[in-house]
């Protein structure tokens, strides 16, 4: 069993930068692949960024190319996702999750989910 708690959120204008977090408890996030997601309203859940076990291989959705980061406090059993040049599309619930299958996480089937952190890009 994992549970998954995201924080961070808020409101940027146009240009910011937010650090989203998303702490784990019942198993070390060293045994999965981890993730980002999120969903805009009235729109479907998309990827956002993955990595896989101790970065490894991360992956990113080509609209957060260059401007997000994700990855790993071991420490704090914890991923961080890094958002730089915040632009008003990037503006969605984010939810971290986790699986221990790759391909399982990268088609939005993961066994663990986050409840989300709201994230808003407005001037």
């Known amino acids: 069993q994992v549970q998954l708690v995201e924080s961070g959120g808020g409101l940027v204008e146009p240009g910011g930068s937010l650090r989203l977090s998303c702490a784990a408890s019942g198993r070390m996030f060293s045994s999965y692949a981890v993730g980002w997601f999120r969903q805009a309203a009235g729109k479907e859940r998309e990827f956002v960024a993955s990595a896989q076990w101790r970065n490894v291989d991360t992956d990113y959705s080509n609209s957060v190319k260059g401007r997000f980061t994700i990855s790993r406090d071991n420490a704090r059993n914890a991923v961080v996702l890094q958002m730089n040049s915040l632009i008003p599309e990037d503006t969605a619930i984010y939810y971290c999750?986790?699986?221990?299958?790759?391909?399982?996480?990268?088609?939005?089937?993961?066994?663990?989910w986050g409840q989300g952190t709201q994230v808003t890009v407005s001037s």
């Open positions: 999750a986790a699986d221990a299958s790759p391909l399982q996480l990268r088609r939005m089937r993961p066994q663990f």
